[in-house]
């Protein structure tokens, strides 16, 4: 599988997780869009791109379960959770239920929401390690209140690695009136994702991560019934516009003129080069990978696992608890001198070594971290056992 990605040969890739990496048969049809764009740009925006578009939606809405006509095509999460942010129309003390393990640029977010409106973003603690899904369950609901109105999920959680139980939240939170907005960006392509299942209210997820599709291709999902009152995050041609569709919806952000979205337009072949190369094979591979190291690194740095090692929590990444308060310097130091790209995250007062595996990974790779870091904890104090 190595030969299909243009990873440098003389790094040691353990960064999946981070931005992905794009097979070449998928570049190459990335390039050939932009190359047909730029050849006659008027009648590909006009003409072909609507085009395209629809075949890149239908393909991806098979994929993900849900229809064409629910979601629309953005560079990335961020974007799709500022989108959802202006909508919202919180209250002063109307409360956001999160987790203490989001991704750093959505705690950002929310805090600049709050700030603005007057909620509050309640980023509930879930106690490492996870002994059970009934534990971080019942960690979780323990933040909400009677204020509580949004709740804001990691499907898979970015520093720690970790998959959480979205499917039972979302249910109880729709017993509970409560708006559902899910962070999937690691889930498409990694483990199995059925948005008419799920039924969140709002859902993210990227492409250019586990999917292998160029850089800056993701979805916003959003339910039926709450789509006419989502604002576009940039007001361009569909609103109020001169030719309306049946849909204000998909008037309001899919069309915001001169722009290069040739990596979503990349979609059909992006399924079709998963499909043709049994990549769920791939993947169930990897993810054994995962669990059969998991341990090892654990005992060689002096630290127990944060959950169960079991596919319920874990998928083609985990995060390796590390004693370190040095933690960029030995980011950097893999790198410059062991030539392994791998990070090393803080959260809540922790460090954690995240390894990422997929089809063009090896055990030999997982190999050179291990040896690496029997090293430095041998001729440097950088790590603490």
Excluded at 164 to 185: N, W
Excluded at 279 to 300: G, T
Aim: with cysteine; hydrophobic share 35%.
């Amino acid at each position: 599988m190595k030969a299909f990605f243009q990873i440098d040969d003389s790094i040691t890739f353990l960064n999946h997780g981070s931005f992905g990496s794009c097979p070449k048969p998928i570049f190459e049809e990335y390039i050939r869009f932009q190359i047909e764009l730029e050849s006659e740009p008027v009648s590909f925006i006009q003409i072909k791109q609507p085009k395209y578009l629809k075949a890149a939606k239908t393909a991806l809405a098979k994929h993900i379960h849900c229809n064409e006509r629910d979601f629309f095509f953005i560079p990335n999460p961020t974007v799709a959770i500022n989108t959802v942010m202006r909508s919202l129309n919180l209250q002063p003390g109307d409360e956001i239920l999160a987790t203490n393990h989001e991704y750093g640029a959505m705690v950002r977010t929310w805090n600049f929401y709050c700030k603005k409106s007057g909620a509050k973003y309640i980023r509930q603690n879930i106690t490492l390690p996870v002994q059970s899904k009934e534990q971080l369950l019942e960690e979780f609901w323990k933040g909400y209140t009677s204020k509580t109105k949004v709740i804001f999920l990691n499907h898979f959680s970015s520093a720690t690695a970790l998959i959480f139980p979205v499917k039972e939240i979302c249910d109880k939170a729709k017993e509970l009136g409560l708006i559902t907005i899910i962070d999937g960006a690691h889930v498409p392509g990694h483990i199995d994702l059925n948005i008419s299942e799920l039924n969140p209210d709002y859902y993210t997820g990227t492409l250019h991560k586990w999917m292998l599709a160029p850089k800056g291709s993701t979805f916003l999902y959003v339910r039926k019934e709450l789509q006419d009152s989502l604002d576009p995050l940039v007001v361009s041609w569909g609103y109020e516009s001169l030719a309306p569709s049946d849909s204000q919806f998909l008037d309001y952000h899919e069309y915001q003129g001169t722009n290069d979205i040739a990596q979503y337009l990349c979609t059909p072949k992006v399924i079709e080069f998963l499909e043709e190369n049994n990549w769920k094979e791939v993947s169930k591979n990897s993810k054994q990978i995962v669990l059969e190291n998991y341990k090892r690194f654990c005992d060689l740095l002096g630290t127990q696992p944060i959950c169960p090692v079991t596919d319920e929590f874990l998928g083609q990444m985990a995060s390796v608890p590390v004693k370190t308060d040095r933690s960029a310097e030995l980011k950097t130091l893999l790198y410059d001198k062991y030539k392994i790209q791998v990070p090393v995250m803080p959260l809540n007062d922790n460090i954690y070594i995240r390894y990422s595996i997929n089809g063009y990974n090896s055990q030999e790779d997982l190999d050179k971290l291990y040896i690496a870091l029997e090293e430095i904890i041998a001729t440097t104090d950088l790590i603490k056992k």
